[in-house]
Structure formats: C-alpha cells, structure tokens
Nanobody
Framework: QVQLVESGGGLVQPGGSLTLSCLAS????????MAWYRQAPGKQREWVAA???????NYADSVKGRFTISRDNAKNTMYLQMNSLKPEDTGVYYC?????????WGQGTQVTVSS
C-alpha cells in the first residue's frame, strides 16, 4: 500500500507563507485523487483542499484564495502552497486520498501561525 510522509511545516508569523510536501511511496500514486486535511488542537480533522484527475482543484472556503494544491506524479509528491497564513490555520496537516477509503495516515506536519 502507498505510504505517505508529510513535511514542510513550521512556525510562521501571521501573513507568512509555507509550502507543504507529501511524498508517497509506491508506483500507484498517480491513480489517486489526493487531498490535504488538517487537525487543529481540540478539533476534528477537516478537509482543506483536493486535486482531482491531476488538474481540477477544490478548496475549503476558509482557505480559498490563499492556498494552492498541486502535484508532480513524476516525483510522487503533492504540495500545498499556503500564503497569507492566519492563526486559525494552525494545526497538523495530513495528506491522503480525496474521498473513499483512506490510505494509512502519515504522522502529519505541524503548522503553527503565531506572532
């Protein structure tokens, strides 16, 4: 099964930017529609963005216009460019399939937006 490893998180000031990466093992990465999710402290994991059929993108209203999802199948990697970050974007960010039965969850990458 595909294994997922997220990276790129960190501490950033409000208004700053980060780019997250999701590296997938295995040769079947390209067949999956993929998504980013996040979990804030004390809250349930929520969907953030998805990339469908390698091109079509969808975003949660809370991040629309600020985040950009993309993927490079040749590198088995998906990205999340996050701009104009807000304190409410703080949380652990995960990647997984978009809909359907999830793959094994990775450890996630922590994003903290604070001054």
């Amino acid at each position: 099964q595909v294994q997922l490893v997220e990276s790129g998180g960190g501490l950033v000031q409000p208004g700053g930017s980060l780019t997250l990466s999701c590296l997938a093992s295995g040769s079947s990465f390209s067949i999956y529609n993929m998504a980013w999710y996040r979990q804030a402290p004390g809250k349930q994991r929520e969907w953030v963005a998805a990339i469908i059929n390698g091109r079509s993108t969808n975003y949660a209203d809370s991040v629309k216009g600020r985040f950009t999802i993309s993927r490079d199948n040749a590198k088995n990697t998906m990205y999340l460019q996050m701009n104009s970050l807000k304190p409410e974007d703080t949380g652990v960010y995960y990647c997984n399939v978009a809909g359907g039965r999830p793959l094994n969850w990775g450890q996630g990458t922590q994003v903290t937006v604070s001054s």
